[in-house]
């Protein structure tokens, strides 16, 4: 069974930095596509940014380009966020999610294209 647990989330004010984690369990790791989601509150899901099972191609969505950016490390089973100049409208839960169903090709930013989610760790920008 494939677990995702997600850490890192927290306070800050507007301006600042977190770095998100996520320990994926369960198959081989490099087997994934991973990507970032958040969901604010009365919001759908939003696909943040992903990365393909080596590495080799990474993407974001508009809002986050240039300030956050996606890595893995396939020896620790873990994918990374790094958050830099972070706003306000950047608060929301954030999710990690994989998919071992396209065979490394990269399916897009959908919530549909990701079959395991983790349970969330929470950013707050303050202004």
């Known amino acids: 069974q494939v677990q995702l647990v997600e850490s890192g989330g927290g306070s800050v004010q507007s301006g600042g930095s977190l770095r998100l984690s996520c320990i994926v369990s369960g198959k081989p790791f490099d087997a994934y596509n991973m990507a970032w989601f958040r969901q604010a509150p009365g919001q759908g899901r939003e696909g943040v940014s992903g990365?393909?099972?080596?590495?080799?191609?990474?993407f974001y969505s508009n809002s986050v380009r240039g300030r956050f950016t996606v890595s893995r490390d396939n020896a620790k089973n873990t994918l990374y966020l790094q958050m830099n100049n972070l706003k306000p409208e950047d608060s929301a839960m954030y999710y990690c999610?994989?998919?071992?169903?396209?065979?490394?090709?990269?399916?897009?930013?959908?919530?549909?294209?990701?079959?395991?989610w983790g349970q969330g760790t929470q950013v707050t920008v303050s202004s």
């Open positions: 990365i393909n099972t080596y590495g080799g191609s990474q």
């Open positions: 999610a994989a998919t071992d169903r396209y065979d490394g090709t990269w399916a897009g930013l959908d919530p549909a294209s990701f079959d395991y």
